[in-house]
């Protein structure tokens, strides 16, 4: 990549400014003065710009437990985002990962890594989400025996893959699937004749939600978080 770019990428500076500081000499390349902007480095090269080593960034992980009434989106004209939950800082580059409806709670993941998102959200790899799901009516073993089968979702071709679920009392269970369809819980009750009241996700594959982050909080992911996502 370009020596501008590199700068302007790794130390926020925008891309006038990097070609100033390398014009003005400012700026090392495995400690060699480089004047040229278009001078090619790699993420493993040393760059300083003055006596300060500048890093190429890495990318971030973080988990977020979602309070109801945010919707997940970079951004929203009308409706307060997530994303106001976190600094400004850390806000470049960051997407969600598997959104839920402003009305769930819970486990939210959001990244700067392209690939690990894809991992998880991309049907193929078919990554599992448990949810706790409060319900309006009493859950029949039929409808239980139902969701484990698969069900036709409303608009759908195809029915859902089986999915696993613990009843936990009467009116709440806890479901987990390998799918995330629009609205895929909601529908997904519907359609064996309940109503979901309150939907709230717990874990990811195997992560879960930390149990120590309050409402509204978030914290980075641990590399054993990271990688078994991976
Ligand atoms: N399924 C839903 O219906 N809503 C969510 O937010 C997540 C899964």
């Not at 100033?20 to 090392?28: A, C, G, R």
Request: proline fraction near 2%; hydrophobic fraction near 35%.
């Amino acid at each position: 990549m370009r020596l501008d770019y590199y700068l302007s990428h790794a130390q926020g500076l925008s891309r006038k400014d990097a070609k100033i500081n390398i014009k003005k000499n400012k700026v090392q390349v495995n400690g060699v003065v480089v004047k040229k902007a278009n001078h090619q480095v790699l993420e493993s090269d040393q760059i300083m710009l003055g006596d300060i080593v500048i890093e190429w960034p890495s990318d971030r992980y973080y988990m977020m437990n979602k309070p109801a009434d945010l919707v997940c989106a970079n951004q929203d004209a009308e409706q307060t985002t997530v994303m106001t939950l976190l600094p400004e800082h850390l806000h470049k580059g960051l997407n969600i990962v598997g959104r839920l409806d402003k009305d769930t709670t819970g486990l939210l993941l959001l990244t700067t890594d392209g690939q690990w998102l894809h991992r998880i959200t991309s049907p193929k790899h078919e990554c599992s989400k448990t949810y706790l799901v409060h319900l309006d009516s009493v859950m029949s073993e039929q409808a239980v025996s139902e969701l484990t089968q698969g069900v036709m979702l409303n608009g759908e071709s195809v029915s859902t893959l089986p999915a696993t679920v613990e009843v936990v009392t009467e009116t709440c269970i806890r479901l987990t699937i390998k799918e995330g369809k629009y609205h895929q819980v909601k529908r997904m009750l519907a359609a064996v004749g309940n109503h979901v009241v309150s939907l709230h996700r717990e874990g990811i594959g195997g992560v879960e939600l930390d149990s120590e982050l309050a409402v509204g909080e978030f914290r980075e992911l641990t590399l054993e978080e990271i990688e078994t996502l991976r």
